[in-house]
T-cell receptor
Framework: GNSVTQMEGPVTLSEEAFLTINCTYT??????LFWYVQYPGEGLQLLLK?????DKGSNKGFEATYRKETTSFHLEKGSVQVSDSAVYFC????????????FGSGTRLLVRP | EAGVTQFPSHSVIEKGQTVTLRCDPI?????LYWYRRVMGKEIKFLLH????????ESGMPNNRFLAERTGGTYSTLKVQPAELEDSGVYFC?????????????FGSGTRLTVV
């Protein structure tokens, strides 16, 4: 079946540190891949996405590359800020569904000043 | 434009009681989805409405859960009777078209605690 595995948190970093949050998936064919973010007190927001192999999604300084060979979609940012503190969810959209997202368990990021 | 609104934001009820969660989607969005996150685990799909019709309710855990969307506007999710394992965060999302490819707009969720 389809599934997403994320690194467990919390991840605690100092401001300006490099961030990597690992995400691997299991799915048939070529699913679309997403990162959603939930800031404190807010709803889930789409952060970035990639719809085919080798695509790179990017937004707000965050990047993730769709790696079919390693079934991964790791989230990276070169220099985190305190305002990046949030919960990050990796998700996939299977090829056989246009609307049913499959999420990982989320990774909490805490950035200290 | 106003986002997806959910209320209450928090609800604490006793086992065996009834709770109704409400979701107001973005105006004009025909597609409405319910998801939930239990015990800090994965966010899981519950169901999908297109206007007032249930398109897919394959994720509903059991018949204690009833979702409605009267008139194709707001939606309610009723849990009756609530059990301890129903505790979690219930998210609602809406979209103009019935695909997640362009991303959904989610509400901030209702945190349900059953004691």
């Amino acid at each position: 079946g389809n599934s997403v595995t994320q690194m467990e948190g919390p991840v605690t970093l100092s401001e300006e540190a490099f961030l990597t949050i690992n995400c691997t998936y299991t799915a048939t064919g070529y699913p679309s891949l997403f990162w959603y973010v939930q800031y404190p007190g807010e709803g889930l927001q789409l952060l970035l996405k990639a719809t085919k192999a080798d695509d790179k999604g990017s937004n707000k300084g965050f990047e993730a590359t769709y790696r079919k060979e390693t079934t991964s979609f790791h989230l990276e940012k070169g220099s985190v800020q305190v305002s990046d503190s949030a919960v990050y969810f990796c998700a996939l959209l299977p090829m056989d569904s246009s609307y049913k997202l499959i999420f990982g368990s989320g990774t909490r990021l805490l950035v200290r000043p | 434009e106003a986002g997806v609104t959910q209320f209450p934001s928090h609800s604490v009820i006793e086992k065996g009681q009834t709770v109704t969660l409400r979701c107001d989607p973005i105006s004009g969005h025909d597609n409405l989805y319910w998801y939930r996150r239990v015990m800090g685990k994965e966010i899981k799909f519950l169901l999908h409405f297109v206007k007032e019709s249930k398109q897919d309710e394959s994720g509903m855990p059991n018949n204690r859960f009833l979702a409605e969307r009267t008139g194709g506007t707001y939606s309610t999710l009723k849990v009756q009777p609530a059990e301890l394992e129903d505790s979690g965060v219930y998210f609602c999302a809406s979209s103009l078209v019935g695909t997640a490819t362009y991303g959904y707009t989610f509400g901030s969720g209702t945190r349900l605690t059953v004691v």
